[in-house]
């Protein structure tokens, strides 16, 4: 799939600076569509018995995130600013992921519980779920003006890995290598599969050497994070929330670690 449809939500927060870069870096790469959707919370106003929405603290958020968008896109062909304006949470996750149904790829931000920025723990989760595209999160530390040379592909048999590996083609075609790394019992099947995986990036022109990790304990997550940086990693790709050999973790607790823990990009699909 080309990327030729990109958007990236845009808050108040410091890290939306660099969160609109790499959208914009990759809109320029791909010779894409740029959609910046500014979603945020905000408090509306009573004034008698009239409520009224947005409040001036919104409205000059939003005004203030379209000149940002402004001037960071000057050159791109397509490029659009959209404001969600909705004051809950529900109803800002709610148009979110209508808005990502007509993209080929979302960008969000990490939470971060000590910025100000709009971006509630769950909306990361509740994206990756329902958007049926792949969405890629990047952390709240650490500057990533590209991304996409050292890869690291989490590899399992499920549907969900099967899917982020090919969403996330278009953005590792030009890597230097990638690493394919699974967690088995098997550990025979597992090498063979991961063989299976090597052999379709190559026929991508993509070249990835392949690592299987017994399942020892409950750390697998942080083993996983441990690789991205043995590997020097600069982006991590996974399967979200089904995970068969992460069985024990319960749905999504591996995929929450992750948002919690991530150190560089993350591409997630489900």
């Given amino acids: 799939m080309a990327l030729k449809d990109l958007m990236v939500h845009l808050d108040q927060g410091e890290r939306t600076a660099a969160r609109l870069a790499l959208a914009v870096s990759l809109a320029r790469q791909h010779q894409a569509r740029l959609l910046g959707v500014f979603a945020q919370r905000g408090e509306a106003l ?18 203030a995130s379209k000149r940002l968008f402004a001037q960071a896109t000057e050159g791109l062909a397509k490029a659009e600013w959209r404001d969600v304006n909705r004051g809950s949470d529900a109803e800002i996750r709610r148009h979110l992921t209508a808005l990502t149904h007509h993209v080929d790829l979302l960008l969000l931000g990490q939470h971060d519980e000590e910025a100000k920025a709009y971006n509630s723990a769950a909306l990361a989760e509740d994206l990756v779920e329902s958007a049926g595209r792949p969405v890629l999160i990047l952390p709240y530390a650490g500057n990533f003006p590209a991304l996409g040379k050292r890869p690291l592909i989490a590899w399992s048999e499920a549907r969900e890995a099967a899917r982020a590996l090919n969403d996330a083609l278009p953005l590792i075609e030009a890597c230097d290598e990638a690493f394919v790394l699974s967690f088995a019992t098997q550990r025979e099947e597992a090498e063979a599969s991961c063989a299976d995986v090597a052999r379709h990036l190559a026929s991508h022109g993509i070249k990835a050497k392949t690592e299987v990790l017994p399942i020892e304990g409950l750390g697998l997550m942080d083993m996983l994070l441990n690789r991205v940086a043995d590997r020097e990693a600069d982006m991590l790709i996974m399967g979200g929330h089904g995970h068969p050999s992460l069985a024990h973790f319960g749905r999504g607790a591996g995929t929450r670690h992750i948002f919690r823990h991530m150190t560089v990009p993350v591409l997630m699909s489900a």
Avoid: F, I, M, S
């Fill in 46 to 63: 009573r004034v008698g018995v009239v409520t009224r929405w947005p409040d001036e603290a919104y409205a000059a958020a939003a005004e």
